[in-house]
């Protein structure tokens, strides 16, 4: 069975800095695809940023210069460094496990959400 646990959300201010944490078990190998999502209020669920097997890594305009994505492979972890965080990062933040082939492809796989909320 496959389990995506999220964690390290919270309430910080403007500016501040966030380390989210994804700890995956069953299928889910290091031949996986990992992304982060996040759902705001009233939004569709956007991609954040994925890293591959190989560790390529790519994000969302948004939040690029900002977030940094990475694993752990031994740790089966995968996380999102989030700095100079600003009120419109608000959301609930997704572990995603997928494919990359040119682009990130996700499996229906997720966690349960952590919950980031930025004060201004």
């Known amino acids: 069975q496959v389990q995506l646990v999220e964690s390290g959300g919270g309430l910080v201010q403007a500016g501040g800095s966030l380390r989210l944490s994804c700890v995956t078990s069953g299928s889910i190998s290091s031949r996986n695809a990992m992304g982060w999502y996040r759902q705001a209020p009233g939004k569709q669920r956007e991609l954040v940023a994925f890293i591959t097997s190989g560790g390529v890594t790519d994000y969302a305009g948004s939040v690029k210069g900002r977030f940094t994505i990475s694993r752990d492979n031994a740790k089966n972890t995968v996380y999102l460094q989030m700095n100079s965080l600003k009120p419109q990062d608000t959301a609930v933040y997704y572990c995603?496990?997928?494919?990359?082939?040119?682009?990130?492809?996700?499996?229906?796989?997720w966690g349960q959400g952590t919950q980031v909320t930025v004060s201004s």
């Open positions: 995603n496990a997928g494919y990359y082939t040119g682009s990130y492809y996700p499996y229906q796989y």
